[in-house]
Protein backbone atom coordinates (compact mmCIF):
# COMPACT_ATOMS: atom_id res chain seq x y z
CA UNK A 1 0.00 0.00 0.00
CA UNK A 2 1.49 3.29 -1.07
CA UNK A 3 -0.73 5.60 -0.22
CA UNK A 4 -3.10 4.44 1.75
CA UNK A 5 -5.83 1.99 0.99
CA UNK A 6 -8.06 1.73 -1.73
CA UNK A 7 -11.76 3.91 -1.55
CA UNK A 8 -13.01 0.28 -2.55
CA UNK A 9 -11.63 -1.17 0.32
CA UNK A 10 -12.40 1.47 2.75
CA UNK A 11 -16.14 1.72 1.83
CA UNK A 12 -16.40 -2.15 2.05
CA UNK A 13 -14.71 -2.03 5.66
CA UNK A 14 -16.87 0.56 6.46
CA UNK A 15 -20.24 -0.50 5.36
CA UNK A 16 -19.64 -3.90 5.84
CA UNK A 17 -17.08 -6.27 6.91
CA UNK A 18 -15.98 -3.90 9.75
CA UNK A 19 -19.50 -2.21 9.88
CA UNK A 20 -19.30 0.19 13.29
CA UNK A 21 -22.83 -1.15 14.27
CA UNK A 22 -22.92 -4.63 12.93
CA UNK A 23 -19.52 -5.92 13.75
CA UNK A 24 -17.57 -3.61 16.33
CA UNK A 25 -20.60 -2.83 18.48
CA UNK A 26 -20.26 0.89 18.90
CA UNK A 27 -22.38 3.87 18.58
CA UNK A 28 -25.38 1.40 19.89
CA UNK A 29 -26.33 3.94 22.14
CA UNK A 30 -27.86 6.43 19.54
CA UNK A 31 -28.75 3.32 17.27
CA UNK A 32 -31.47 2.41 19.77
CA UNK A 33 -32.36 5.56 20.66
CA UNK A 34 -33.79 7.20 17.38
CA UNK A 35 -34.63 4.17 15.31
CA UNK A 36 -38.14 4.76 16.12
CA UNK A 37 -38.84 7.22 13.35
CA UNK A 38 -36.94 6.72 9.60
CA UNK A 39 -37.04 10.57 9.58
CA UNK A 40 -34.66 11.05 12.86
CA UNK A 41 -32.62 7.83 11.66
CA UNK A 42 -31.53 9.39 8.29
CA UNK A 43 -31.18 13.47 9.93
CA UNK A 44 -28.68 11.44 12.41
CA UNK A 45 -26.75 9.82 10.26
CA UNK A 46 -26.12 12.64 7.60
CA UNK A 47 -24.79 14.32 10.61
CA UNK A 48 -22.93 11.79 11.37
CA UNK A 49 -21.52 11.20 8.53
CA UNK A 50 -20.36 14.70 7.93
CA UNK A 51 -18.72 14.92 11.15
CA UNK A 52 -16.88 11.86 11.65
CA UNK A 53 -15.66 12.44 7.86
CA UNK A 54 -14.60 15.99 8.94
CA UNK A 55 -13.07 15.08 11.91
CA UNK A 56 -11.18 12.07 10.81
CA UNK A 57 -10.02 14.65 7.91
CA UNK A 58 -9.02 17.15 10.43
CA UNK A 59 -7.64 15.01 12.98
CA UNK A 60 -4.79 12.90 10.15
CA UNK A 61 -4.14 16.77 8.62
CA UNK A 62 -2.56 17.68 12.33
CA UNK A 63 -1.91 13.80 13.11
CA UNK A 64 2.02 14.80 12.74
CA UNK A 65 2.20 17.67 14.95
CA UNK A 66 -0.10 16.37 17.94
CA UNK A 67 1.52 15.35 20.75
CA UNK A 68 1.00 11.61 21.37
CA UNK A 69 -0.10 12.22 24.73
CA UNK A 70 -2.53 14.94 23.92
CA UNK A 71 -3.82 13.41 21.17
CA UNK A 72 -7.54 12.73 22.87
CA UNK A 73 -7.60 16.05 23.63
CA UNK A 74 -7.01 17.26 20.21
CA UNK A 75 -9.73 14.81 18.82
CA UNK A 76 -12.72 15.87 21.37
CA UNK A 77 -11.73 19.67 20.47
CA UNK A 78 -11.97 19.16 17.04
CA UNK A 79 -15.42 16.57 17.33
CA UNK A 80 -16.94 19.60 19.81
CA UNK A 81 -16.28 21.72 16.95
CA UNK A 82 -17.89 19.87 14.50
CA UNK A 83 -20.75 19.63 16.17
CA UNK A 84 -21.40 22.95 16.92
CA UNK A 85 -21.02 23.83 13.40
CA UNK A 86 -23.77 21.54 12.38
CA UNK A 87 -25.98 23.08 15.24
CA UNK A 88 -25.21 26.48 14.68
CA UNK A 89 -25.74 25.80 10.26
CA UNK A 90 -29.10 24.38 11.06
CA UNK A 91 -30.67 26.52 12.99
CA UNK A 92 -29.34 29.23 10.68
CA UNK A 93 -30.30 27.82 6.87
CA UNK A 94 -32.73 24.93 7.84
CA UNK A 95 -34.85 25.64 11.22
CA UNK A 96 -37.07 23.09 10.19
CA UNK A 97 -34.55 20.53 10.29
CA UNK A 98 -32.96 22.08 13.61
CA UNK A 99 -36.66 21.51 15.02
CA UNK A 100 -36.93 18.08 13.93
CA UNK A 101 -33.42 16.68 14.89
CA UNK A 102 -33.75 18.92 18.46
CA UNK A 103 -31.74 16.96 20.79
CA UNK A 104 -30.23 14.64 18.30
CA UNK A 105 -27.23 16.66 17.68
CA UNK A 106 -25.78 17.49 20.80
CA UNK A 107 -26.16 13.15 20.71
CA UNK A 108 -23.63 13.55 17.34
CA UNK A 109 -20.89 14.30 20.21
CA UNK A 110 -21.48 11.25 22.55
CA UNK A 111 -21.34 8.86 19.03
CA UNK A 112 -18.11 6.61 19.89
CA UNK A 113 -17.97 5.81 15.95
CA UNK A 114 -16.59 9.38 15.24
CA UNK A 115 -13.69 9.05 18.11
CA UNK A 116 -13.36 5.43 17.45
CA UNK A 117 -12.58 6.44 13.44
CA UNK A 118 -10.20 9.27 14.58
CA UNK A 119 -8.47 6.76 17.17
CA UNK A 120 -8.40 3.62 14.72
CA UNK A 121 -7.83 5.13 11.39
CA UNK A 122 -7.09 8.80 11.51
CA UNK A 123 -4.25 8.79 13.41
CA UNK A 124 -2.28 6.38 11.23
CA UNK A 125 -3.75 7.73 7.66
CA UNK A 126 -2.99 10.78 5.04
CA UNK A 127 -6.65 13.27 5.13
CA UNK A 128 -7.64 11.75 1.93
CA UNK A 129 -8.42 8.05 3.13
CA UNK A 130 -9.38 9.10 6.12
CA UNK A 131 -12.09 11.05 5.29
CA UNK A 132 -13.42 8.83 3.05
CA UNK A 133 -13.15 6.21 6.44
CA UNK A 134 -15.06 8.27 8.13
CA UNK A 135 -17.79 8.75 5.27
CA UNK A 136 -17.80 5.26 4.75
CA UNK A 137 -18.43 4.27 8.30
CA UNK A 138 -20.75 6.87 9.09
CA UNK A 139 -22.50 5.33 6.04
CA UNK A 140 -22.20 1.93 7.24
CA UNK A 141 -24.61 3.14 10.43
CA UNK A 142 -27.10 5.17 8.58
CA UNK A 143 -27.82 1.91 6.32
CA UNK A 144 -28.12 0.20 9.65
CA UNK A 145 -30.12 2.43 11.57
CA UNK A 146 -32.19 2.86 8.60
CA UNK A 147 -33.21 -1.11 8.41
CA UNK A 148 -33.86 -1.03 12.31
CA UNK A 149 -36.01 1.87 11.68
CA UNK A 150 -37.92 0.76 8.66
CA UNK A 151 -39.21 -2.11 10.58
CA UNK A 152 -39.38 -0.55 13.85
CA UNK A 153 -41.92 2.55 12.21
CA UNK A 154 -43.45 0.13 9.87
CA UNK A 155 -44.99 -1.97 12.45
CA UNK A 156 -45.02 0.61 15.06
CA UNK A 157 -47.28 3.25 13.16
CA UNK A 158 -47.74 1.77 10.10
CA UNK A 159 -45.59 4.46 7.98
CA UNK A 160 -42.34 4.76 6.16
CA UNK A 161 -41.06 8.01 6.73
CA UNK A 162 -44.50 9.23 7.80
CA UNK A 163 -45.84 8.35 4.68
CA UNK A 164 -48.50 5.66 5.54
CA UNK A 165 -48.09 2.40 3.95
CA UNK A 166 -50.32 -0.15 5.68
CA UNK A 167 -54.33 0.33 6.08
CA UNK A 168 -56.62 1.04 8.90
CA UNK A 169 -57.11 -2.82 9.07
CA UNK A 170 -53.07 -2.56 10.57
CA UNK A 171 -52.96 -2.33 14.17
CA UNK A 172 -49.80 -0.68 15.48
CA UNK A 173 -47.75 -2.55 17.72
CA UNK A 174 -46.78 -0.07 20.19
CA UNK A 175 -44.14 -2.40 21.25
CA UNK A 176 -42.30 -0.94 18.13
CA UNK A 177 -41.97 2.36 18.93
CA UNK A 178 -40.75 1.81 22.82
CA UNK A 179 -37.02 1.01 23.64
CA UNK A 180 -37.45 -2.78 24.26
CA UNK A 181 -38.01 -3.31 20.02
CA UNK A 182 -34.66 -1.74 19.07
CA UNK A 183 -33.25 -4.48 21.21
CA UNK A 184 -34.69 -7.45 19.36
CA UNK A 185 -34.10 -5.58 16.36
CA UNK A 186 -31.02 -4.83 16.79
CA UNK A 187 -29.73 -8.25 17.57
CA UNK A 188 -31.55 -10.17 14.83
CA UNK A 189 -30.28 -7.79 12.63
CA UNK A 190 -26.24 -8.49 14.20
CA UNK A 191 -27.47 -12.38 14.44
CA UNK A 192 -28.53 -12.56 10.41
CA UNK A 193 -25.18 -10.37 9.73
CA UNK A 194 -22.70 -12.48 11.54
CA UNK A 195 -24.40 -15.75 10.07
CA UNK A 196 -23.70 -14.53 6.44
CA UNK A 197 -19.72 -12.92 7.36
CA UNK A 198 -19.23 -16.71 8.96
CA UNK A 199 -20.66 -17.93 5.90
CA UNK A 200 -18.48 -15.74 3.43
CA UNK A 201 -15.58 -16.44 5.59
CA UNK A 202 -15.80 -20.23 5.22
CA UNK A 203 -16.17 -19.83 1.58
CA UNK A 204 -12.97 -18.30 1.53
CA UNK A 205 -11.19 -20.69 3.89
CA UNK A 206 -12.43 -22.98 0.90
CA UNK A 207 -11.25 -21.35 -1.74
CA UNK A 208 -7.78 -20.78 -0.38
CA UNK A 209 -7.67 -24.81 0.49
CA UNK A 210 -8.42 -26.00 -2.62
CA UNK B 1 8.82 13.77 18.72
CA UNK B 2 11.42 14.79 21.49
CA UNK B 3 8.80 15.47 24.70
CA UNK B 4 8.78 18.63 25.61
CA UNK B 5 7.20 20.23 28.42
CA UNK B 6 5.34 23.46 26.69
CA UNK B 7 5.43 22.25 23.54
CA UNK B 8 1.94 20.60 24.11
CA UNK B 9 0.53 23.31 25.86
CA UNK B 10 1.43 25.34 23.17
CA UNK B 11 -0.10 22.92 20.55
CA UNK B 12 -3.21 22.54 22.64
CA UNK B 13 -3.73 26.62 23.21
CA UNK B 14 -3.27 27.02 19.38
CA UNK B 15 -5.98 24.68 18.26
CA UNK B 16 -8.42 25.84 21.00
CA UNK B 17 -7.87 29.27 19.73
CA UNK B 18 -8.01 28.17 16.22
CA UNK B 19 -11.60 26.60 16.60
CA UNK B 20 -13.21 29.00 18.70
CA UNK B 21 -12.31 31.76 16.60
CA UNK B 22 -14.46 30.21 13.96
CA UNK B 23 -17.04 28.66 15.56
CA UNK B 24 -17.45 32.48 17.36
CA UNK B 25 -17.02 33.86 14.04
CA UNK B 26 -19.65 31.63 12.65
CA UNK B 27 -22.05 32.47 15.52
CA UNK B 28 -21.51 36.28 15.19
CA UNK B 29 -22.38 36.26 11.42
CA UNK B 30 -25.49 33.77 12.05
CA UNK B 31 -26.67 35.57 15.20
CA UNK B 32 -29.20 37.94 13.33
CA UNK B 33 -30.64 35.11 11.31
CA UNK B 34 -31.20 32.84 14.15
CA UNK B 35 -33.09 35.72 16.06
CA UNK B 36 -34.94 35.94 12.60
CA UNK B 37 -36.01 32.44 12.58
CA UNK B 38 -36.82 32.07 16.31
CA UNK B 39 -39.07 35.45 16.14
CA UNK B 40 -41.27 34.18 13.07
CA UNK B 41 -41.48 31.01 14.65
CA UNK B 42 -43.16 32.44 17.83
CA UNK B 43 -44.99 34.20 15.48
CA UNK B 44 -46.09 31.06 13.65
CA UNK B 45 -46.76 29.21 16.72
CA UNK B 46 -48.48 32.23 18.06
CA UNK B 47 -51.11 32.50 15.05
CA UNK B 48 -51.17 28.80 14.83
CA UNK B 49 -52.81 28.82 18.85
CA UNK B 50 -55.47 31.69 17.14
CA UNK B 51 -56.14 29.06 14.08
CA UNK B 52 -55.26 31.80 11.78
CA UNK B 53 -54.12 30.96 8.57
CA UNK B 54 -51.35 33.20 7.02
CA UNK B 55 -51.53 33.54 2.97
CA UNK B 56 -48.13 31.43 2.84
CA UNK B 57 -45.36 30.43 4.51
CA UNK B 58 -43.41 33.36 3.36
CA UNK B 59 -41.72 35.27 6.02
CA UNK B 60 -43.18 38.65 4.36
CA UNK B 61 -47.08 36.38 5.05
CA UNK B 62 -46.18 35.49 8.57
CA UNK B 63 -45.35 38.52 9.70
CA UNK B 64 -47.99 40.58 8.26
CA UNK B 65 -50.85 38.03 9.86
CA UNK B 66 -49.24 38.46 12.87
CA UNK B 67 -49.07 41.91 13.07
CA UNK B 68 -53.06 42.21 11.98
CA UNK B 69 -54.38 39.39 14.51
CA UNK B 70 -51.94 39.85 17.17
CA UNK B 71 -50.63 42.21 19.67
CA UNK B 72 -49.38 42.59 23.69
CA UNK B 73 -50.78 43.88 26.19
CA UNK B 74 -49.45 44.22 29.60
CA UNK B 75 -50.71 42.08 32.20
CA UNK B 76 -49.93 41.31 35.88
CA UNK B 77 -47.84 38.10 34.48
CA UNK B 78 -46.01 40.49 32.31
CA UNK B 79 -46.61 40.48 28.67
CA UNK B 80 -49.37 38.67 27.41
CA UNK B 81 -50.21 38.33 23.93
CA UNK B 82 -53.58 39.09 22.79
CA UNK B 83 -55.82 37.99 19.85
CA UNK B 84 -57.94 40.76 17.77
CA UNK B 85 -60.59 40.48 15.86
CA UNK B 86 -61.17 42.26 12.62
CA UNK B 87 -62.56 45.88 14.64
CA UNK B 88 -59.98 45.41 17.20
CA UNK B 89 -61.81 43.91 19.77
CA UNK B 90 -60.21 41.07 21.88
CA UNK B 91 -61.07 37.38 21.06
CA UNK B 92 -58.80 35.90 23.11
CA UNK B 93 -55.49 35.34 25.02
CA UNK B 94 -52.38 33.42 24.45
CA UNK B 95 -51.77 32.26 28.01
CA UNK B 96 -48.00 31.03 28.92
CA UNK B 97 -47.50 27.84 30.26
CA UNK B 98 -44.97 26.12 31.74
CA UNK B 99 -43.80 23.19 34.45
CA UNK B 100 -41.98 20.13 34.48
CA UNK B 101 -42.02 17.36 31.55
CA UNK B 102 -40.46 14.05 31.62
CA UNK B 103 -36.95 15.01 31.29
CA UNK B 104 -37.05 18.84 31.14
CA UNK B 105 -39.27 21.78 31.20
CA UNK B 106 -42.00 22.04 28.52
CA UNK B 107 -43.24 25.83 27.66
CA UNK B 108 -45.63 26.76 25.59
CA UNK B 109 -48.85 28.92 25.12
CA UNK B 110 -52.52 27.90 25.36
CA UNK B 111 -54.61 30.22 23.77
CA UNK B 112 -58.33 30.90 25.46
CA UNK B 113 -61.08 32.56 24.40
CA UNK B 114 -62.03 36.44 25.90
CA UNK B 115 -65.23 35.14 27.95
CA UNK B 116 -62.48 32.47 29.55
CA UNK B 117 -64.98 29.83 28.31
CA UNK B 118 -63.27 28.33 25.66
CA UNK B 119 -59.81 26.99 25.15
CA UNK B 120 -58.75 27.98 21.18
CA UNK B 121 -55.26 26.17 20.60
CA UNK B 122 -52.32 24.52 22.38
CA UNK B 123 -48.90 24.51 20.90
CA UNK B 124 -45.41 24.34 22.80
CA UNK B 125 -42.46 26.40 22.31
CA UNK B 126 -39.99 24.07 23.87
CA UNK B 127 -39.70 20.33 25.19
CA UNK B 128 -37.30 17.95 25.48
CA UNK B 129 -39.43 15.11 26.09
CA UNK B 130 -38.28 11.72 24.13
CA UNK B 131 -38.77 12.09 20.30
CA UNK B 132 -40.88 9.46 19.00
CA UNK B 133 -43.09 9.09 22.70
CA UNK B 134 -43.20 11.80 24.96
CA UNK B 135 -41.80 14.46 21.94
CA UNK B 136 -45.00 13.21 20.15
CA UNK B 137 -46.60 16.05 21.78
CA UNK B 138 -45.96 18.79 19.57
CA UNK B 139 -47.47 16.45 16.92
CA UNK B 140 -50.81 18.08 15.16
CA UNK B 141 -52.87 15.60 15.96
CA UNK B 142 -52.37 15.61 19.75
CA UNK B 143 -52.65 19.37 20.15
CA UNK B 144 -55.87 19.97 17.68
CA UNK B 145 -57.59 17.89 20.19
CA UNK B 146 -57.01 20.96 22.57
CA UNK B 147 -58.95 23.52 20.17
CA UNK B 148 -62.45 24.30 21.25
CA UNK B 149 -62.53 22.34 24.50
CA UNK B 150 -64.89 24.25 27.30
CA UNK B 151 -63.70 25.63 30.59
CA UNK B 152 -66.75 26.23 32.12
CA UNK B 153 -67.76 22.46 32.89
CA UNK B 154 -65.32 22.20 35.83
CA UNK B 155 -64.98 23.98 38.96
CA UNK B 156 -61.95 22.11 40.21
CA UNK B 157 -59.50 23.07 37.80
CA UNK B 158 -59.76 19.55 35.76
CA UNK B 159 -60.12 20.98 32.48
CA UNK B 160 -58.03 18.84 30.66
CA UNK B 161 -59.12 15.09 31.59
CA UNK B 162 -57.74 12.18 29.28
CA UNK B 163 -60.32 8.99 27.93
CA UNK B 164 -61.36 7.28 29.22
CA UNK B 165 -61.84 8.74 32.34
CA UNK B 166 -65.78 10.17 32.95
CA UNK B 167 -65.79 13.64 31.44
CA UNK B 168 -62.19 13.04 29.35
CA UNK B 169 -62.50 15.50 26.70
CA UNK B 170 -58.82 14.33 25.19
CA UNK B 171 -56.73 10.88 24.10
CA UNK B 172 -53.18 10.93 25.62
CA UNK B 173 -50.25 9.36 23.70
CA UNK B 174 -49.49 5.77 24.12
CA UNK B 175 -46.30 4.86 25.47
CA UNK B 176 -45.34 8.41 26.80
CA UNK B 177 -47.85 8.40 30.08
CA UNK B 178 -45.60 10.33 32.08
CA UNK B 179 -45.42 13.18 29.75
CA UNK B 180 -49.14 13.22 28.56
CA UNK B 181 -49.41 13.69 32.64
CA UNK B 182 -47.31 16.24 32.77
CA UNK B 183 -49.27 18.25 30.47
CA UNK B 184 -52.58 17.85 31.81
CA UNK B 185 -51.27 19.00 34.96
CA UNK B 186 -49.06 22.11 33.51
CA UNK B 187 -52.18 23.20 31.40
CA UNK B 188 -54.98 22.61 34.32
CA UNK B 189 -52.35 24.64 37.00
CA UNK B 190 -51.69 27.54 34.42
CA UNK B 191 -55.37 27.80 33.16
CA UNK B 192 -57.00 28.26 36.40
CA UNK B 193 -54.33 30.34 38.09
CA UNK B 194 -54.65 32.44 34.80
CA UNK B 195 -58.63 32.25 34.84
CA UNK B 196 -58.94 33.23 38.65
CA UNK B 197 -56.49 35.77 38.22
CA UNK B 198 -58.57 37.63 35.31
CA UNK B 199 -61.97 36.97 36.53
CA UNK B 200 -61.21 38.42 40.17
CA UNK B 201 -59.35 41.76 38.44
Request: some cysteine; proline content about 4%; charged content about 20%.
Amino acid sequence: MMKGDSPKKIFKMGLWEDNPILVQIIGICSALAVTNLMINSLIMGVGLIFVTALSSFTVSLLRNYTPKHIRMMVQVLIIAAYVIIVDIFLKAYMPEMSKALGPYVGLIITNCIIMGRAEAYAQKNSPIPSFLDGVASGLGYTLVLLVIAFIRELLGFGTVFGIQVLGEWWTPWTIMIMPPAAFFILAVVIWITKTIQEKEKDNEKGQVAN
Amino acid sequence: MKKSFSFPIIFMALVTAFFTFILAFLNYSTADKIAFNQELELSEKLLYIFDIEPLSNDPNDINQAFKDNIGTIKSDGGDLYVYYGDNKEILGYAVPINGSGLWGSIDGYVGVSADYSTLLGLEFISHSETPGLGGRISEDWYKEQFRGIDLTETTDGNYIIYKPASCGNVDAIAGATLTSKSVSKLLNEDLEEFIKREVNK
